[in-house]
């Protein structure tokens, strides 16, 4: 098997009341904030780390400029979250509002932010998102990204931004973090949306052979490990392939895309849980097992799928 080990994953939340508190706040970087709209100063950082991969959501009320450096060999992605319409400055220049803006994490530009700052900032280890790209056989510039700062339509990240909002919108908790597949799902998810933001390639010209011979090597995989269902991002791995690719491919052969395929396994793998349930465990306990962060959108899934709730599967069970 080549499952995904557990992460190191920790998780830090500050409220900040001024600047110096703000620059603080982004930890493994050196930031300098300076206020730049009168008032008193108000905002929130919030980060997920791994040892290869930082995710930070940055709010803050007041126009700050922001200059400093992260990691060395890091690259980084700035990435607006859906109300943030306003334009900025970067590095002296104007910038229309939603682009994301990639930057290698040691040499970032100066950015002149608006009031009312909602941001995601990822922070990636340049050989591991090099490997995976390898790893899926694509070819892409990933190399003049981590030389020179980009800025690209936000419609390349719209379901990046989306995720992202799901992941900090979540309320999470400690023991949450501690399954490997919430874990494993965050990471992978993630890692996946920066792989596809540097593949540029479109529909390919497969044939209906190769395309049924991929699908089918993808779905062997998933029922040969039905206790552990991969993501998204170990299956591409596994079957040396772009999501793109491997969702033309699903799309065509299978007619339905890989990512809600691999959600059917997951939720099949907690009604599994659910008929053999124990008090030893709840329900959310279960959800968070097979990688569910948010429980309301599990019972929501989960009922669709089988036509009742968790809990009267449990009762009907019993």
Not at 107 to 136: A, G, W, Y
Not at 278 to 283: A, E, L, P, R
Request: charge should be negative; aromatic fraction near 10%; glycine fraction near 4%.
């Amino acid at each position: 098997m080549n499952h995904e080990a557990q992460q190191d994953l920790t998780y830090h939340h500050e409220v900040t009341h001024n600047t110096e508190e703000h620059s603080a706040a982004w930890r493994g970087w050196q930031i300098t904030c300076d206020q730049v709209t009168d008032g008193q100063f108000e905002g929130e950082v919030t980060e997920l780390a791994f040892d290869d991969l930082q995710l930070i959501r940055d709010r803050s009320n007041q126009a700050l400029v922001k200059t400093g450096q992260a990691m060395k060999n890091f690259l980084t992605f700035s990435v607006p979250a859906r109300q943030h319409t306003q334009e900025f400055y970067c590095d002296g220049h104007l910038s229309v509002a939603n682009h994301i803006l990639i930057a290698p994490a040691d040499r970032l530009p100066e950015i002149h932010t608006p009031s009312n700052l909602d941001i995601f900032c990822i922070s990636v280890d340049l050989d591991v998102i090099k490997n995976m790209l390898s790893n899926q056989g694509i070819e892409s510039g990933l190399n003049s990204y981590a030389s020179s700062t980009y800025l690209k339509e936000a419609c390349f990240g719209e379901e990046l931004s989306d995720c992202l909002h799901t992941i900090f919108s979540s309320d999470l908790s400690t023991q949450q973090l501690e399954y490997s597949r919430i874990q494993n799902g965050i990471k992978g998810t993630i890692m996946q949306h920066l792989i596809d933001l540097a593949d540029s390639g479109d529909n390919y010209a497969i044939t209906p052979l190769a395309r049924k011979v991929m699908v089918d090597r993808a779905r062997e995989y998933v029922l040969a490990n039905l206790d552990t269902p991969p993501t998204i991002l170990e299956l591409c791995n596994v079957v040396g392939a772009s999501r793109r690719k491997l969702q033309y491919c699903f799309q065509e052969t299978f007619g339905l895309s890989p990512v809600s395929y691999l959600r059917i396994m997951r939720l099949n793998a907690a009604h599994r849980d659910l008929l053999h349930y124990s008090n030893q465990y709840n329900i959310q306990d279960i959800a968070a097992k097979w990688g569910f962060l948010h429980y309301g959108r599990f019972a929501s899934e989960y009922r669709t799928l089988f036509a009742e709730l968790p809990s009267q599967t449990i009762k009907r069970a019993s």
